[in-house]
C-alpha cells in the first residue's frame, strides 16, 4: 500500500507540476475537505479507491478553467 500511495503522488505531481506541502495541501483539501489532518498516506489508506478519484475529478472541474 505504501508503494501505491508513492506511485500516486509521483503521478500527480508529474501532471501537475506541483510538490512539497502545496501538492500535499492540496490533495487533502480534495479529498477531506480541509486543508490539516493527519498524514495524507494514513487518509488514503482508509479511502475507497473511488471515492477518491470522484473527489479529485470534482477538485478539478472546480479549478480547471
Same mark, same amino acid.
Do not use: W
Given at each position: ?6 506511485? #500516486? =503522488?509521483?503521478?500527480?505531481? $508529474? *501532471?501537475? &507540476?506541483?510538490?512539497?506541502? !502545496?501538492? #500535499? =495541501?492540496?490533495?487533502?483539501? $480534495? *479529498?477531506? &475537505?480541509?486543508?490539516?489532518? !493527519? ?27
Amino acid at each position: 500500500l505504501r508503494n501505491q500511495y508513492k506511485e #500516486f =503522488m509521483k503521478r500527480v505531481q $508529474a *501532471l501537475s &507540476g506541483c510538490k512539497g506541502r !502545496p501538492l #500535499f =495541501m492540496t490533495i487533502r483539501a $480534495a *479529498l477531506t &475537505g480541509r486543508t490539516e489532518g !493527519p498524514e495524507l498516506e494514513k487518509i488514503i489508506a482508509h479511502m475507497d479507491k473511488e471515492i477518491i478519484m470522484s473527489r479529485i475529478e470534482q477538485a478539478l472541474r472546480i479549478v480547471e478553467p
